[in-house]
């Protein structure tokens, strides 16, 4: 059985060809189909489904029409579960797509942006056809639209080994230059965190950001969307393009694996760009009294998902781990994405779907519990027992 799904109302979806021989039925808003015999892991086959629809809203605003300045913006916000309100998918974050393309046709008065890298460009009759296409896999909360009277600006950000890549912003015209202003610090950050976390995991296509109606930020996968340009939303999302982006949970109950790296990562930029003391202040300003585990039991609204104890409880659980294992074994596991593996290991359950096959350097863990992290508060982590995590 091999699921599709997608929002059924007002909606038609059909498959339209096929190579091998299918049955399929539509009961609500899952598409099934029987395959005519059991496949091998790893074979291939071709399934099509013609589909078209009302892009429906719902959670954050999974697909929004706006204005500003009387200019049309609109743009996707699927994240957790709403990507199936405006694309028949396998709607989960456990089975990634290798690649997407996105072809977006609008009035050529207006940008149409997505994942990946622009292929092509085609005009006709007053409209615009924006041709996307991503080739590295990509869970479906990921794929962005986002469509607007965009100015563009940017540069080619240059990695150490040479490798030169496009980073690019799309703006509304009437906040360009505060844009221009804000967000100089974009290579700053980016260079940052290929020194914390290893280089940057879609270099070969592109990092960007377009402005978006939402007031906060999502990491879409090489193109956030932005409501503001301020140095914590900016590199908190990019923080999330290696964890969120490029190892992502495997269920929404772990959450804060996304969320308390994306939190960590402004505060360590922080602690880059300045010094120890306002990294320390940061991290004061996310301790406040967090209700309950930072492991998400009720995954039914985005309201008890994204709740603050999975970004800042998420978030000190690191800075614990850190002063525990040591500043040098903590970033030479971030730079292999190891850390959440030995979170991982220590867990009940497995939590994410990809982990890096690096190995975590052999060394005590004593006294650092993560299901003492996730279960109880953070101060229970610490191996004296109350003492607040200095590094
Ligand atoms: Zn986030």
């Given at each position: 059985m091999f699921l599709i799904e997608f929002y059924a109302e007002n909606h038609y979806a059909s498959i339209?060809?096929?190579?091998f021989t299918f049955d399929f039925a539509r009961s609500g808003n899952v598409l099934s189909l029987n395959l005519a015999r059991a496949y091998q892991r790893g074979e291939k086959f071709r399934v099509s489904v013609n589909y078209r629809g009302n892009p429906q809203d719902g959670g954050f605003g999974a697909f929004t029409f706006n204005t500003h300045n009387g200019a049309p913006i609109i743009a996707s916000l699927s994240e957790p579960y709403y990507a199936r309100l405006w694309w028949p998918c396998k709607?989960?974050?456990?089975d990634k797509a290798d690649s997407v393309q996105i072809d977006l046709t609008v009035p050529d008065n207006l940008t149409a942006v997505s994942n990946g890298k622009l292929e092509s460009v085609r005009s006709l009759s007053g409209w615009k056809t924006f041709s996307w296409k991503t080739r590295y896999p990509i869970t479906t909360y990921l794929v962005s639209v986002a469509v607007s009277n965009y100015a563009e600006f940017g540069e080619t950000f240059t990695f150490l080994d040479g490798t030169r890549m496009p980073l690019v912003h799309y703006v509304y015209p009437e906040r360009l230059g505060d844009a221009q202003f804000q967000l100089a610090d974009t290579p700053d950050m980016l260079e940052f965190f290929n020194r914390a976390f290893?280089?940057?995991?879609f270099k070969k296509e592109k990092y960007g950001h377009a402005q978006f109606a939402w007031g906060g930020g999502m990491e879409h996968q090489t193109i956030t969307s932005l409501g503001g340009f301020s140095d914590g939303l900016v590199s908190h999302e990019l923080a999330h393009q290696w964890f969120g982006d490029l190892i992502t949970m495997?269920?929404?109950?772990?959450i804060w694996l996304n969320e308390g790296f994306a939190s960590y990562g402004e505060a360590l930029f922080v602690e880059d760009r300045f010094d120890k003391a306002a990294y320390r202040n940061y991290m004061s300003r996310m301790d406040?009294?967090?209700?309950?585990?930072?492991?998400?039991?009720?995954?039914?609204?985005v309201g008890s998902i994204f709740n603050t104890t999975v970004y800042h409880k998420g978030a000190w659980v690191l800075h614990t781990l850190r002063h525990v294992i040591g500043d040098a074994t903590f970033f030479s596991c971030c730079a292999a994405t190891s850390l959440i593996r030995v979170i991982a290991l220590a867990a009940p359950r497995p939590m994410i779907s990809k982990i890096s096959r690096n190995k975590f350097p052999a060394r005590s863990l004593a006294g650092f519990s993560s299901n003492g992290c996730i279960a109880k508060?953070?101060?229970?982590?610490?191996t004296d027992g109350n003492k607040r995590a200095r590094n």
């Open positions: 339209i060809s096929f190579i709607d989960t974050p456990v290893g280089d940057y995991p495997k269920s929404w109950q772990d406040h009294p967090y209700s309950g585990s930072v492991f998400v039991r009720d995954t039914t609204s508060g953070v101060r229970s982590c610490f």
